[in-house]
């Protein structure tokens, strides 16, 4: 494998919410340019740094396992939709913050 | 015999729901290396397999795991136990600041200053002239101001410059505070930062009557704390030292605390700085790293250093901590101490400079000596570097116009963490915060990239480092880490008892 | 250190009408007259203590104004009076001068409502309950028993005006609400000196209106002493048979935390309680951090307990790494903690500290192995129900040498 590292992923597993978060949290390690296609998203990769010491393969695998986690996340906050607010919304009840 | 597949009605089969909580891979290799944090605090250590059953609803009722996942708040069981009112009263504990206006109000009298610190932040002005202290109308009117937040206690912290210079200023801070307080009933705490090179009996005389406790810089032994605070007369650090015994023999051996501030020169020498603070017998030490501010931007060629260099030094200076705990001295690092509140105990530290809502105006204001109010020091510090985008307004305005000012409506929308990329869903957020101003100095941006924000590298690694120990450290490590959550002794705290 | 039993049979005569009655020395009598009852008291309420040698060298005493005479012993010669007596006590330490006792026509037993210097006194408000627990050592009777309320009332009058502990429970005190809070308001009244802890299941307390009825008491001394079993519903519900009961009693404690009250968690050691006590102390920790004090309570082997063997019974030693993380978490934690009811055998050196003697001095025993052993003085022993079966394998006396290594290292 060489650089710049690419994947093909499925929209529906991989919504471009999880990819944009997943890029994000990679910043400091490859930068990611998104292409958006029919039912699909491609990321192409570089080295965010030219000292980078992670291979194209390790690259690869990293960035997988950030969108995988960035996956389940989206998962656990559909589940969970709108409970974060109301708990909030119970225990700050009073404080005077509005909105 | 029978042909055909019988269908069963699609039921909901799940037995339990999920709540909110966030994950985060520590990467310490082992098993359990996945950290997972409940929106109430609670946190638990699982493995991918544990966090795949989790997510789709495969964890067997029953199961010790099962029953952990409910107590801590990860999961509930539609129509059994409702679990709402205790997650609510965990969550409303952690963010008990809000409930009160802002606490802690600084007072910066003077910039004038005999001391040329390389880091310092603030521009020093010659020790005659007065164009640099705070106005005697401005400072009735920031003393209105302090009272006008609704805050049971209020700490009024003296800052400068070097604050005894204008010692008169104090003075009468203190008084119209003392005054007024006859009615408001308030707690209120005195604190001056100061070098302590202009003690005088009289100052002392005064700190007695009113209790005024003091705060001083000692960065560590003479040679690096003179390197890194030269004065005229090259002896900051024996005067120094000769006032913190001054102050103790007035006022008793805890009136007086000290910080470090870390330059590079001090990253090299851990052990050195500890022993330092040990030899002078205090039972706290904070290992703050440089912020970038003031004179340290401008020299941070010299004086700054990656924060991973921080971070490494930081890890080894715990060490030697933990290890002279164990040998009966007791010397609690500060900033692990609070972070170790917010992970073990459902309440919140107090500190204003880690919280969600960040604490910049919220929990903290400073009547800068030229009339205008700012939301933290950091804030009036970024004045020294001509930036004067983060006044809240001058000392003449209410309060409460001061806190809806746009300058603060900008901060407290970059200032909820819990709404911020890349902190949204980080698993530390529970026990982390916000700061809007520092990102603001950094990264020109209040909201800022995590990625490449040093204070999320900061707080971050030592986090991660702290839930490593508590995870991994043997029984005496535990019990150091516990004698400085509760202040009590290492000898006191006999076994760790159940780790969580 | 011998068991008190709270009742004995005596030889009553002239006896009309069901009586609480305060037993009073004749010194007593002429130096404090009706003081020495907290509250109001009559001459007819007082019960003198008089032995047979007291009364035959001076019969006039029989003309004292007093509601009756406990004679102490058998009865010597005749007593001449129309005024209700008792003599010849079955057990003749049971009924002593200060205790309130209960007496009924027709009935020879006396009960003992209130023993003077006891720190153990308590108000019984009813047999009735809403849970079934496993291990209930008082099993509910589905009976209307509100008369409990009124003998309180009139025993609150009757006790001594001293600093002292005093309990009420039942079955479950909340469930004569009008009657608790009016015993609760005479106890501030007339007892403003007494600690009062109540024992209750907290469960009718998720009712918020409860809130304002106790902030309005303002009790000095008041605490609350609440059971939680577990960390999570089924297994709190299961220990005590009642489902829902876990929620229940989690609103009824931020209730309490609402009426700014004082609030003990305690928690009975079981099977069924002990393997996960570490993650319930964490449970109370994150939760309830009002909370003031935990009690951790060896089981009490009577009552329902005994029939529910199997799923209860366990060995103290084999839970003491599980208690020992328990305690020292809260410990560690500043949550005041105490281990009641475990004799110091089965309790290792570094939990000492925490064990507290505990049990009422009625029900209180010490075995055989015990007598010579050296930490009987300092040691809980246990209840008058202890048998066989619910013997740890480590019941064995201390010697001397044990026990001061034992005191050393608990320091």
């Known amino acids: 494998m060489t650089w710049p590292v690419t994947l093909k992923l499925d929209s529906a597993a991989y919504p471009l919410s999880v990819v944009q978060r997943a890029a994000y949290s990679l910043a400091d390690t490859v930068t990611i340019q998104v292409g958006i296609e029919a039912n699909q998203i491609s990321l192409t990769a570089h080295p965010a740094e030219a000292r980078l010491t992670l291979s194209p393969e390790q690259a690869h695998s990293l960035i997988l396992q950030h969108l995988n986690d960035f996956a389940l996340r989206d998962h656990i906050n559909r589940e969970t939709a709108g409970l974060r607010e109301v708990l909030a919304r119970a225990a700050l009840a009073g404080c005077g913050v509005s909105q | ?500 | 250190m011998v068991m008190l039993r709270k009742d004995t049979h005596f030889e009553i005569h002239h006896l009309d009408e069901p009586k609480l009655l305060k037993v009073i020395t004749l010194d007593e009598f002429i130096e404090q007259g009706l003081a020495v009852c907290a509250g109001s008291a009559e001459f007819g309420d007082l019960l003198l203590w008089l032995p047979n040698e007291e009364r035959l060298r001076s019969p006039h005493l029989l003309s004292l104004p007093v509601g009756g005479f406990l004679i102490p012993e058998p009865l010597i010669g005749d007593l001449d009076s129309a005024r209700p007596h008792l003599h010849t006590p079955k057990d003749a330490d049971v009924v002593q001068p200060g205790d309130v006792i209960a007496i009924t026509p027709g009935n020879a037993l006396v009960r003992v409502l209130y023993r003077r210097g006891s720190d153990s006194n308590l108000l019984f408000m009813t047999d009735r309950c809403n849970s079934v627990c496993l291990m209930c050592s008082q099993p509910p009777k589905d009976i209307d028993d509100r008369w409990h309320i009124e003998e309180n009332l009139r025993l609150i009058d009757l006790m001594d005006p001293v600093e002292e502990n005093l309990g009420i429970s039942g079955g479950e005190p909340t469930l004569y609400r009008d009657g608790l809070l009016e015993i609760l308001a005479k106890c501030k009244a007339v007892l403003p000196q007494k600690s009062i802890h109540v024992l209750s299941n907290g469960r009718l307390f998720q009712d918020p209106s409860w809130i304002a009825a106790l902030s309005t008491i303002g009790h000095p001394q008041l605490s609350w002493g609440i059971p939680l079993y577990a960390d999570n519903a089924e297994d709190h519900d299961h220990v005590v048979q009642a489902p829902g009961a876990f929620s229940e009693t989690l609103q009824g404690l931020y209730n309490l935390a609402r009426a700014n009250q004082i609030i003990e968690i305690r928690v009975v050691l079981n099977r069924l309680t002990t393997p996960r006590l570490p993650e319930l102390a964490h449970y109370v920790f994150r939760n309830l951090p009002f909370v003031r004090h935990v009690a951790l309570m060896g089981i009490e082997s009577t009552g329902l307990a005994r029939k529910n063997y199997e799923e209860l019974w366990v060995d103290p030693l084999d839970y003491q790494e599980s208690l020992s993380h328990a305690v020292y978490f809260l410990f560690n934690r500043g949550v005041p903690v105490s281990i009641y009811n475990l004799p110091l055998c089965l309790i290792p050196a570094h939990l000492s500290r925490f064990a507290r003697q505990s049990i009422s001095d009625w029900k209180n025993l010490f075995i055989d192995t015990c007598q010579q052993c050296a930490a009987v003085k300092h040691c809980s022993g246990f209840f008058k129900s202890h048998t066989d079966r619910w013997q740890s394998r480590g019941v064995q006396l201390l010697s001397t040498e044990a026990f001061s290594a034992y005191a050393r290292s608990a320091q």
């Open chain 2, 1 to 500: 015999m029978w042909g055909f597949a019988v269908t069963l009605i699609a039921t909901d089969a799940k037995h339990y729901r999920l709540l909110p909580f966030r994950f985060m891979r520590m990467n310490t290799g082992h098993d359990r290396d996945i950290l997972l944090t409940s929106d109430t605090g609670e946190y638990m250590h699982v493995n991918d397999a544990q966090l795949r059953a989790l997510s789709y609803f495969d964890v067997q009722a029953g199961t010790p795991f099962y029953k952990d996942l409910l107590a801590r708040h990860f999961i509930y069981e539609p129509g059994r136990h409702d679990p709402f009112p205790e997650m609510a009263a965990q969550y409303r504990s952690r963010k008990d600041f809000i409930f009160q206006g802002p606490a802690l109000h600084l007072f910066v009298v003077t910039l004038r200053c005999n001391h040329t610190c390389q880091y310092c932040q603030v521009s020093r002005a010659p020790l005659g002239g007065s164009g640099h202290d705070l106005s005697e109308a401005d400072a009735q009117a920031a003393v209105d101001r302090l009272f006008e937040s609704n805050a049971p206690a209020l700490t009024v912290e003296f800052q400068g410059g070097e604050p005894l210079l204008a010692f008169e200023r104090v003075r009468q801070i203190v008084e119209w505070v003392v005054e007024r307080n006859v009615v408001e009933q308030r707690e209120i705490q005195f604190v001056i930062t100061t070098t302590l090179h202009h003690l005088t009996e009289e100052i002392l005389d005064f700190a007695e009557q009113n209790r005024i406790q003091f705060s001083t810089s000692l960065d560590g032994p003479a040679p690096l704390h003179n390197a890194n605070r030269p004065t005229p007369s090259r002896d900051s650090y024996e005067r120094t030292v000769k006032g913190i015994q001054w102050v103790r023999e007035r006022l008793g051996h805890d009136a007086v605390s000290a910080l470090t501030t870390l330059t590079s020169r001090s990253l090299e020498q851990p052990e050195a700085i500890i022993n330092e603070y040990v030899s002078q017998g205090f039972s706290s030490i904070s290992l703050r790293p440089l912020s970038p501010y003031g004179f340290a931007t401008k020299s941070a060629h010299r004086l700054d250093y990656p924060i991973e260099q921080y971070l490494a030094f930081y890890k080894k200076a715990l060490a030697y901590l933990l290890h002279i705990n164990q040998q009966g001295v007791y010397l609690s690092e500060s900033y692990a101490s609070l972070l170790l509140k917010n992970i073990l105990t459902p309440f919140s530290s107090g500190y204003v400079d880690l919280r969600s809502p960040a604490g910049a105006g919220t929990a903290a204001l400073v009547y800068n000596y030229d009339g205008y109010v700012y939301p933290s020091d950091e804030a009036r510090m970024l004045l020294e570097m001509g930036e004067d985008g983060l006044r809240l307004g001058t000392v003449q305005q209410p309060l409460s116009e001061l806190l809806a000012s746009p300058v603060m409506k900008a901060l407290l929308t970059s200032g909820v963490a819990e709404a911020l990329p890349g902190c949204s869903d980080c698993a530390l957020v529970p026990y982390c915060g916000a700061d809007p101003v520092e990102h603001y100095a950094r990264q020109a941006d209040p909201i800022g990239h995590r990625v490449f924000s040093s204070f999320c590298k900061k707080n971050m690694g030592l986090l991660k480092h702290l839930f490593g120990l508590l995870c991994d450290g043997d029984d005496n490590v535990q019990r150091v880490l516990l004698s400085w959550l509760n202040r009590r002794s290492y000898n006191d705290v006999r076994f760790p008892g159940y780790r969580g």
